[in-house]
């Protein structure tokens, strides 16, 4: 009998260390939304010469800190100041330099009469730091805007 309970207890003592839970690998992170962001820019800054169906608006923005993500969107405003439609839209990230921007959309898509503004952002860890006033938008045209300064957002 004591030889029967030997091996009943070494075989439970067996699966007990079997059945334990072991540290699972972790599956790879995605990769960081700058990394995202930075291949968004490269692709923005290689889009070769303008399309002649296409128009644009360039210049550079300042007071952006190094990594921040900017995000500059061309937009319908309603009367109610909301946004009602999105022409264009382009992501940079920031390098405390002037961070030079090309934003091309349709000018077919521009309505006639309606308010057009470019609105940008920047933000960084997921939060809002700064944001760019209004920049009013009357014709589509291509445009130089010069420098656009960000202010800290509210």
Request: charged share 15%.
């Amino acid at each position: 009998m004591p030889l029967r309970s030997l091996v009943l207890l070494s075989l439970f003592s067996l699966l007990m260390a079997c059945s334990s839970d072991a540290p699972k690998p972790t599956p790879p992170a995605p990769a960081p939304a700058p990394k995202q962001a930075q291949e968004k820019a490269r692709q923005a800054a290689e889009l070769g010469p303008l399309p002649a169906y296409q128009r644009e608006l360039s210049g550079t923005l300042q007071g952006v800190p190094a990594g921040a993500e900017v995000e500059l969107a061309l937009l319908v405003i309603d009367e109610k100041d909301r946004p009602q439609q999105l022409l264009a839209s382009s992501s940079l990230i920031g390098t405390n330099q002037a961070l030079p921007f090309r934003l091309r959309f349709n000018p077919d898509a521009f309505p006639a009469g309606a308010r057009v503004e470019l609105h940008g952002r920047a933000s960084q860890s997921g939060q809002l730091i700064l944001h760019l006033p209004e920049q009013r938008i009357n014709q589509p045209t291509t445009q130089a805007l010069g420098a656009l300064q960000f202010v800290k957002a509210p």
